[in-house]
Nanobody, 115 residues
Framework: QVQLVESGGGLVQAGGSLRLSCAAS????????MAWHRQAPGKQRELVAS???????NYAGSVKGRFTISRDNSKSTVYLQMNSLKPEDTAVYYC?????????WGQGTQVTVSS
């Protein structure tokens, strides 16, 4: 079992920045993928960014160049640095962990960007 706890969400004005953190605990395999997804009201959940245990990252086109995903394996923590935020970034952001066929999700943290 893996537990994920997100933090760092909040209200920010357009153009501002936020840094989300996700602390993982439990039975964590060395080889894994951690990711950030988001879901706005009435919208489908979408992948924002992912990063492997080897440090290979991937981004949605809508956030590429503005967001940076990183991880600290020694702390089992993944981060999402969000810069140049736009109102359309407003959503609940969820942390996810995947290893093999197992996938776990955090409870989410609200990010609201005002115009």
């Amino acid at each position: 079992q893996v537990q994920l706890v997100e933090s760092g969400g909040g209200l920010v004005q357009a153009g501002g920045s936020l840094r989300l953190s996700c602390a993982a605990s439990g039975s964590i395999f060395r080889l894994n993928v951690m990711a950030w997804h988001r879901q706005a009201p009435g919208k489908q959940r979408e992948l924002v960014a992912s990063i492997t245990s080897g440090g290979i990252s991937n981004y949605a086109g809508s956030v590429k160049g503005r967001f940076t995903i990183s991880r600290d394996n020694s702390k089992s923590t993944v981060y999402l640095q969000m810069n140049s935020l736009k109102p359309e970034d407003t959503a609940v952001y969820y942390c996810a962990y995947r290893s093999g066929g197992d996938e776990y999700w955090g409870q989410g943290t609200q990010v609201t960007v005002s115009s």
